[in-house]
């Protein structure tokens, strides 16, 4: 597997440098581009192209200025860096995907964190479950836990009480996530 190793506190940074070089906001053909390869990866997280969809998938979210996602801590915060081979930072990589994907299609609710936050969620889940018709031993009792609050249709009510974000306008503590 390719890897590519992005310190949060760079991608940060990113989004000015690139505009600094004249990167402009994402174009309709690449948000479309995005929410397919984002769809793509929760039916098939394992597939061929999997690995090249999330480098040039995280690679534009970084770039672009128009669409601005945020991972907070919380039930997802367990799956970077998991070595156990159960696809621990594919699966929470996913969750900014399924963020920048929903960004893309309900524009009107960037504001809603819940809601963002929600939807990145339920694509983490969606590659879940392809994943785990793969990879049966790749269970996450976390991921188990939250398919059932969505089931119920609890998450909604789960990621508000659960999920941590920073006050708009201030940066994430620095960490380091490798696709």
């Known amino acids: 597997m390719h890897r590519i190793a992005a310190a949060a506190a760079l991608a940060l940074l990113l989004p000015a440098l690139t505009l600094a070089e004249g990167r402009g906001p994402s174009t309709e053909a690449e948000r479309k581009r995005a929410v397919e390869v984002t769809r ?6 394992l597939g061929k192209a999997a690995d090249a969809d999330r480098r040039w998938l995280f ?9 601005m996602v945020s991972s907070c801590s919380g ?15 594919e699966l929470f990589v996913q969750s900014v995907f399924g963020m920048a994907a929903f960004l893309v299609e309900n524009p009107k609710k960037k504001d809603d964190w819940i809601a963002v936050q929600t939807a990145g969620i339920e694509s983490v889940l969606a ?7 793969k990879e049966p031993e790749a269970r ?16 909604r009510a789960l990621v508000e009480k659960e999920v941590d974000c920073e006050p ?6 620095p960490s380091e996530i490798t696709i």
């Open 40 to 45: 793509r990866l929760e039916r098939e997280p």
């Open 59 to 67: 690679q534009w979210i970084v770039e672009i200025p128009d669409i």
């Open 75 to 89: 039930p997802l915060s367990v799956l970077p860096g998991d070595e156990s081979g159960r696809h621990g930072t």
């Open 127 to 133: 590659a879940y479950r392809s994943l785990l018709k």
């Open 140 to 155: 996450w009792p976390e991921l188990d836990a939250l398919a059932e609050a969505k089931k119920k249709g609890k998450l």
């Open 168 to 173: 708009p306008g201030e940066p994430a503590p």
